[in-house]
């Protein structure tokens, strides 16, 4: 059963649950993009999503340090299944034998989504506190694509073949 979420009526406290659980949702997607990736060996793609686990894995950490200071142990009231995609590269941008320029894409569509976002939570009447986290991690989504938008700057055009060239031919059973 997935529950609702109301922005508007949250503490800094659900804030900062829900913005841990938007990184480890993240987190956890570019793992298993980086083992599909893996799995058909295409290496810069998969060392790419390893690369933004960690930092998923990292900025969670520091939210949580941060709501540990604030909150110590103090239950969660938000939970998984308020969350959805947030930040989560989303599977259908995502196929075999994808290019390091692919991957990149789709990394920014994925930082753009959590900008767009914290964006349309700002729209809401959020309380004083959560409008701070809520500007910090829109912020922190800016960076990101510009971070994500230099590597791809880097990389010449891509010519990789579209992905319906590697699909297997059906097979008889």
Do not use: C
């Not at 196929?95 to 729209?123: I, N, P, S, Y």
């Amino acid at each position: 059963m997935t529950k609702t979420l109301d922005l508007a009526g949250l503490d800094l406290q659900d804030a900062l649950d829900l913005a841990i659980l938007v990184e480890d949702e993240a987190k956890e997607r570019y793992d298993e993009l980086a083992a599909q990736m893996e799995t058909h060996h295409t290496a810069e793609a998969a060392a790419f999503f390893h690369f933004m686990s960690a930092n998923e894995a990292r900025h969670g950490a520091e939210l949580s340090a941060r709501r540990k200071q604030l909150f110590g142990d103090a239950p969660r009231r938000v939970d998984r299944s308020m969350v959805w995609e947030i930040e989560a590269p989303e599977y259908e941008n995502v196929h075999a034998f994808m290019t390091l320029h692919e991957a990149l894409t789709v990394a920014m569509a994925a930082e753009v989504k959590a900008h767009g976002f914290f964006t349309d939570a700002l729209r809401l009447p959020v309380s004083g506190p959560v409008r701070e986290l809520f500007l910090e991690l829109q912020e922190e989504e800016v960076h990101h694509q510009e971070l994500v938008g230099k590597e791809l700057a880097k990389l010449p055009p891509d010519e990789a073949a579209p992905p319906e060239e590697f699909a297997d031919e059906p097979v008889s059973q």
